[in-house]
């Protein structure tokens, strides 16, 4: 494949020399792979190439052997660095993404942005030409002397190095992988030449054990701790902020919620990590949310806002919003960037939540009384879900908890029955026919904020499901660790690029196969990045593509017509995504109304081995819920 000839070792002996004399040595490339298979990956992103071959050798070699780690090729880089931030979504564990020198790398430079912007841990690997041909204009050289893609990763990347000698590799994999998995999380980048690569290790296999190095920290300020305990002790009433960042804290949090009797809202990203059903949430506040979570804000009564695991940045603040950013304000967070976007809090507390909750149960007194179940309790969705009967259509007297509590902006249009189908309806149906532990993933635009306010799974195992359980006794120090952290609705906020579910569902779907992964993006985005469902029919993924199908950029479209602006360059062709679908390898169906839905076998569409496409033709004219951030843009911060 390379016409180079062999490279020379330190000790003067060449690698093909190495590797006719028997047993082939490990070279760095293998030493990576190993590394990798070390902390539990098993499954990586990208596209081949020259530069980035070594790699790819390796990892065949260590299936060879027996490995566990898995490739999956995506049709575009920024589809691989998508996958790889679905991925490290899923399992916790740091999403690995790989892509040749030059424009593979240049390619993922939007992705590893969304994924820097939202504090989600990626290993970002690129390949060079060899050292020797640095400054000589060779084929797509990247480096220092070329178009220099380490200085286009450095505003977007926790560390960012290129590994210049193999005795480098080893020490910058350590050290990016703890910035990577260290508050501030997010993407971390080595560029690693192709001698690099190729030169033989020194040691036959990993010399360090990095699982210990890379265990999550529980540290504490017990005197911080101890301070916010006392507030709240002389607090009159508190509200909880559940931020995108609580994860595995999130059950801690809610117990807290239990014992105090707190109501609580949600952030767009923390929504999906709580049950809509709890009798105590009060809505989403932020980027597509509902007036009643501003509403519990300002309440008068209210004295302390405990806003836990939240960047704190425009669509989860309601466009920095004064209901939540003022001197009732404490921000409990392991990140400091997170905690300096808010310097008018009462109080700042820096650690990890799930510590801190622990810390605050183990002194906080049960209720006198059980709380009330929540609509559509669990037991009765996993009975249903067990049978495989599919719940009847609901009326309005079987609703969803937002709606009955009169949360949701249009609740006509949440049950209407017109054609084309409400995107309201559409959120209500897919909640209510996909089942328990479905992950559903909104993409940036109107599906992020029809899925913030609408959608709500009615069936989720979340911390409240237990607080029977544990509402009398003490609380473990122990507490319970999600595989998981993303929850049951994953979307990306902040850099916000279109095209970002397509790939990241079929990260999910890598990562977790036995378990159904919706999701719901644009006609505009599907056009952007949609070859990447020919991936879930390369992998057999079941992956479930609702494309909301306006013939429109929505939001550019009706925030036009909203903020007064000109109607252009919205408009798009009308495209056949049930035919695209199927020319790609996929099942497809075209839905027009509610009883399309209806008819669907989605037991057979979620036991398919291969991804099935929904083209939904919406109401062109629905207006989502995006008043926030039409302030912003016409007023500012």
Same mark, same amino acid.
């Given at each position: /494949? ?130 020797? =041909? ?17 200085? /286009? ?7 960012? =190095? ?91 949090? /809610? ?19 709580? =049950? ?35 960047? !704190? ?73 067990? =049978?495989?009967?599919?719940?009847? /259509? ?160 929505? !939001? ?82």
């Amino acid at each position: /494949m390379f016409d180079s000839p062999a490279i020379q070792q330190q000790d003067g002996t060449r690698h093909s020399d190495r590797t006719r004399s028997g047993a082939r040595p490990m070279d760095m490339a293998d030493l990576l792979v190993a590394y990798l298979d070390q902390i539990g990956v098993d499954c990586i992103f990208g596209i081949p190439g020259g530069a980035i071959e070594p790699l790819y050798d390796a990892i065949a070699r260590h299936q060879r052997r027996g490995g566990n780690l898995s490739h999956v090729v995506a049709r575009h880089e920024a589809g691989a660095a998508f996958m790889a931030d679905g991925y490290a979504r899923e399992t916790g564990k740091i999403g690995v993404c790989v892509a040749t020198s030059g424009p593979g790398a240049t390619n993922m430079l939007t992705a590893v942005a969304t994924s820097y912007t939202n504090d989600v841990p990626l290993l970002v690997i690129t390949g060079q030409p060899t050292l020797a =041909s640095f400054g000589k204009h060779g084929l797509q050289e990247s480096a220092c002397t070329g178009m220099d893609v380490m200085s /286009m990763f450095r505003p977007c990347t926790r560390y960012n =190095s290129l590994v210049s000698h193999p005795m480098q590799l080893e020490w910058k994999l350590i050290t990016a992988l703890q910035h990577a998995l260290r508050a501030p999380r997010g993407p971390v980048h080595l560029s690693v030449p192709l001698d690099v690569f190729r030169a033989l290790s020194k040691n036959p296999a990993p010399a360090y054990d990095l699982t210990p190095l890379l265990r999550p920290s529980l540290l504490v300020d017990e005197g911080a701790v101890e301070t916010l305990r006392t507030m709240l002790d002389a607090s009159r009433k508190t509200v909880l902020l559940i931020g995108g960042a609580c994860g595995d804290a999130v059950d801690a949090v /809610m117990q807290f919620a239990a014992r105090s009797n707190s109501v609580f809202v949600a952030t767009p990203d923390g929504k999906g990590l709580i =049950s809509p059903q709890h009798p105590l949430f009060r809505g989403v506040f932020g980027f597509g949310g509902h007036a009643a979570a501003e509403d519990a804000l300002n309440d008068p009564e209210v004295d302390l806002i405990l806003a836990v695991g939240s960047s !704190m940045g425009e669509w989860n603040t309601g466009g920095w919003n004064a209901s939540l950013l003022n001197e009732r304000l404490v921000h409990i967070d392991e990140s400091e960037e997170h905690l300096a976007r808010t310097p008018m809090a009462r109080f700042h507390l820096r650690g990890n939540p799930r510590a801190i909750f622990a810390r605050l149960l183990e002194r906080s007194p049960a209720p006198a009384i059980a709380l009330p179940a929540a609509s559509g309790s669990a037991s009765a969705s996993q009975s249903e879900t067990a =049978s495989g009967a599919r719940p009847p /259509m609901p009326g309005r007297e079987a609703l969803p908890q937002l709606a009955q509590e009169g949360i949701l902006a249009d609740p006509e249009a949440y049950l209407s029955d017109d054609v084309p189908l409400k995107p309201q309806r559409l959120m209500r149906e897919l909640g209510r026919l996909f089942p328990h532990g479905t992950r559903f993933l909104a993409d940036a635009g109107n599906s992020v904020a029809w899925a913030a306010h609408y959608l709500e799974a009615r069936d989720r195992r979340q911390g409240e499901r237990r607080a029977g359980e544990r509402l009398s006794g003490e609380y473990p120090r122990e507490l319970e660790q999600r595989r998981s952290q993303g929850g049951w609705l994953r979307l990306t906020s902040h850099f916000a690029p279109m095209g970002w579910a397509i790939g990241a569902a079929v990260g999910t779907a890598a990562a977790n196969p036995s378990t159904p992964v919706v999701c719901i993006t644009g006609d505009g985005s599907m056009l952007m990045s949609g070859q990447e469902l020919s991936v879930a029919v390369a992998e057999q993924l079941c992956v479930i593509y609702v494309v909301l199908n306006d013939r429109a950029l929505g !939001m550019v479209k009706h925030g036009q017509r909203l903020g007064g602006g000109e109607p252009i360059g919205y408009a798009l062709p009308p495209t056949d995504f049930a035919l695209l679908a199927r020319s790609l390898g996929g099942r497809a169906y075209t839905i027009h109304s509610p009883a399309d839905l209806e008819a669907l076998d989605i037991k057979s569409i979620c036991n398919h081995p291969g991804p099935t496409l929904l083209d939904v033709h919406i109401d062109p004219e629905a207006v989502p819920p995006m008043n926030s951030r039409l302030r912003v843009l016409k007023e500012g911060a």
